[in-house]
């Protein structure tokens, strides 16, 4: 069941509850990049189910929780962009031995039901992108991994100006202009072509998926999870982790959309 924890309320993040807490569960507190939202509404339940645990998620961006943990928020197991949960650990704010890589996703293009455009090079792309009326695409004021990624790649392609001045930008974690997500901005009829994870583009229903960035400017984003140094939970945040690289989950990660990382 999604819920709006009132700790979560503030920042604008989703958080993932169990509806029947036994009087006996233990709740795990999860702060989680939007990059694993998709994974983690699916293997968060399993998960409850499997333990009896429940989880109390907040999806947000990297940049945020890591601002948020860096500020001495307690939290059970971070779930974020892989370099800032190590600036984590160097920091003593998550416990270093526990860091578990999970899942690897790359950059992609939605599109309107039955477009199908040609990005099968960065000139085919960079084409695209400038014939586009309107361009989705997530906040680069947070702190997410694809949001800076997108950022350089206009950049790269030196078409950044053209391309800022008609993208409706799509604050992932504090949805506005009636958009959840680039994806959900396309589907909505709101914008011509969405930039995001691929992960994302695939969960949103009426829109089809043109393919990842292509060549070189693919990117990718891998995501760890760790303990936190004040975590409460410990042995539920340790089991969490290991079920996040159990043959089960790493079937949903790919089903998802996403590359697991664990052996």
Do not use: C, W, Y
């Amino acid at each position: 069941m999604i819920t709006k924890h009132p700790a979560a309320a503030a920042s604008g993040g989703l958080v993932l509850t169990s509806a029947h807490v036994s009087a006996h569960a233990t709740e795990v507190k999860v702060l989680s990049a939007v990059g694993m939202r998709q994974v983690m509404l699916d293997l968060g339940a399993r998960f409850e189910r499997a333990t009896g645990h429940t989880l109390a998620i907040t999806f947000d961006s990297t940049g945020l929780l890591a601002k948020r943990i860096a500020a001495g928020e307690t939290v059970d197991v971070v779930m974020i962009n892989q370099s800032a949960i190590e600036t984590l650990g160097k920091n003593g704010q998550v416990i270093t031995g526990s860091i578990a890589q999970v899942a690897r996703a790359v950059a992609a293009v939605g599109v309107r039901k039955g477009a199908k455009p040609d990005i099968s090079s960065p000139k085919a792309f960079k084409d695209l992108l400038l014939a586009a009326s309107s361009v989705a695409r997530p906040s680069p004021a947070v702190g997410g991994s694809s949001a800076d990624h997108i950022v350089k790649v206009l950049e790269r392609l030196g078409i950044a100006d053209e391309v800022n001045a008609k993208s409706l930008i799509v604050n992932t974690g504090h949805p506005v202009q009636g958009a959840e997500s680039p994806g959900d901005a396309v589907a909505k009829g709101k914008a011509e072509i969405a930039l995001h994870q691929l992960q994302e583009l695939m969960a949103v229903p009426g829109i089809d998926i043109a393919g990842p960035f292509p060549g070189e400017l693919q990117g990718h984003f891998a995501f760890s999870a760790a303990i936190g140094t004040n975590a409460k939970q410990t042995e539920a945040a340790t089991a969490l982790i290991e079920f996040l690289r159990t043959p089960d989950a790493i079937r949903v990660i790919r089903a998802k959309g996403m590359e697991p990382l664990s052996s």
